[in-house]
Nanobody, 121 residues
Framework: VQLQAYGGGLVQAGGSLRLSCAASGLTFGSYNMAWFRRAPGKEREFVAAIVASGGITYNSDSVKGRFTISRDNANDIVYLQMNSLKPEDTAVYYC???????????????WGQGTQVTVSS
């Protein structure tokens, strides 16, 4: 199983980025997917999740109204659209796959390698 996250970069505060995570080696449409992030010196933090069908999404309070998770089950990709970025959003962002109920804890079966997002003030 491989989860390859990409799309990170350097952006000014108030800007936007879209992260993508391409999955292979698993039945993508059967897995719930999530994005987590880890800022320097902090614990890994739940950002957003989406159920296998794409019909239900969850967001952390810190990104609600700014970030949107979505998925394309035909192409095995999950996205994270990030708008109105703030310096405190700076972190390495990871995608993750879970067979079973969505968790806000890092109890996922598979993880991507992470992509760096840096927001300058």
């Amino acid at each position: 199983v491989q989860l390859q996250a990409y799309g990170g970069g350097l952006v000014q505060a108030g800007g936007s980025l879209r992260l993508s995570c391409a999955a292979s080696g698993l039945t993508f449409g059967s897995y719930n997917m999530a994005w987590f992030r880890r800022a320097p010196g902090k614990e890994r933090e739940f950002v957003a999740a989406i159920v296998a069908s794409g019909g239900i999404t969850y967001n952390s309070d810190s990104v609600k109204g700014r970030f949107t998770i979505s998925r394309d089950n035909a192409n095995d990709i999950v996205y994270l659209q990030m708008n109105s970025l703030k310096p405190e959003d700076t972190a390495v962002y990871y995608c993750a796959a879970r067979w079973g109920l969505i968790k806000r804890r890092a109890e996922y079966d598979y993880w991507g390698q992470g992509t760096q997002v840096t927001v300058s003030s």
